[in-house]
């Protein structure tokens, strides 16, 4: 039966495949409810820079965050060695040597999302957030001001 303008039964409608070289045919109206169920159901078509895009996020994600669980998990035990509270995201060692928590704080900006999510949703520990390495006056100023400070604390002795 050709086409005609008159004929109803007869219409132009996509073929449900994606990669159909049948692209625009005529298909009988018996099949027409058919076929609009299968484009409604059809998955959505992503491009191959969708999917670099994707893949390019999560690999950022991923290393992101096995970062921050590597610092984390090596933090945590030298803290419960030295039997601190919080952890620190440069080690202990080098810290200690230089007295300089520079490298531990840009960490903690840099990680500050993910250890959020650590302490908020899984109860874990949070960054040290400074430690005192001297605690008399007399190693930052020597022994003048120990004595000064000294005298005016006890006047009598």
Known sequence: MPRTQASKSWRWVKCHFYNCRCRDTEVYSLFRGSIRMAEQTRLPRFGLRTLLV????????????????????????????????????????????????????????IFAPANWIDRNFFGGPGPIRGIMFHISAETRHGPALMESLADRAFPFC
Do not use: N, W
Request: net charge negative; glycine share 6%.
């Open 54 to 109: 994707f893949l390019a996020c999560i690999s950022i994600a991923m290393a992101y965050l096995g970062t921050y669980y590597q610092l984390r998990q090596r933090g945590i035990a030298e803290a419960a060695e030295y039997e601190m509270d919080g952890f620190l995201y440069a080690p202990i060692e080098d810290v200690f040597a230089s007295e300089d928590l520079s490298v531990h704080y840009k960490r903690m900006r």
